[in-house]
């Protein structure tokens, strides 16, 4: 365990900067799902004759946006794990290494 001041301020600085790093990811993505879920429910709902427009054959728009919507969810996942390999993993170990005072 970090014992002086320093390697506190170093481990609490690491957790910052892994806090900050994964918002800056994490708010905008949820914002872009929540958007497409919420979105996708409220045409459901009040736009039925739009979400019934016929694509191609008796595919319809409504069909269409759900699987824009499950293809949204996999693309988003994929991101964020790609994002947290790269970037999250690296300062997730640096700030496990100032915690336990072998940052120094």
Same mark, same amino acid.
């Given at each position: 365990?970090? %014992?002086?001041?320093?390697? +506190?301020e $170093?481990?609490? &600085?690491? /957790?910052?900067? !892994?806090i900050?790093?994964? +918002?800056?990811?994490?708010v905008?993505?949820?914002?872009?799902?929540m /958007?497409?879920?919420? *979105? +996708?429910?409220?045409?459901?709902?009040f736009a039925?004759? !739009?979400?019934?427009? %016929?694509?191609?054959?008796? /595919?319809?728009l *409504?069909?269409?946006?759900? $699987?824009?919507? #499950?293809?949204?969810s996999?693309v988003?996942?994929?991101? #964020? *794990?790609r /994002? $947290? &390999?790269?970037k999250?993993?690296?300062?997730? &170990? %640096? &700030? $496990?290494?100032?915690?336990?005072g %072998? *940052?120094?």
């Amino acid at each position: 365990m970090a %014992r002086n001041g320093t390697s +506190l301020e $170093a481990a609490h &600085a690491s /957790v910052k900067a !892994l806090i900050a790093e994964k +918002l800056s990811y994490l708010v905008p993505m949820t914002i872009i799902f929540m /958007v497409g879920y919420i *979105g +996708l429910t409220i045409l459901a709902g009040f736009a039925k004759g !739009l979400m019934g427009t %016929r694509i191609i054959g008796s /595919v319809n728009l *409504g069909f269409v946006l759900i $699987a824009f919507n #499950y293809l949204l969810s996999w693309v988003l996942a994929i991101v #964020y *794990g790609r /994002v $947290a &390999a790269d970037k999250f993993d690296p300062l997730a &170990a %640096r &700030a $496990a290494a100032d915690i336990s005072g %072998r *940052g120094n």
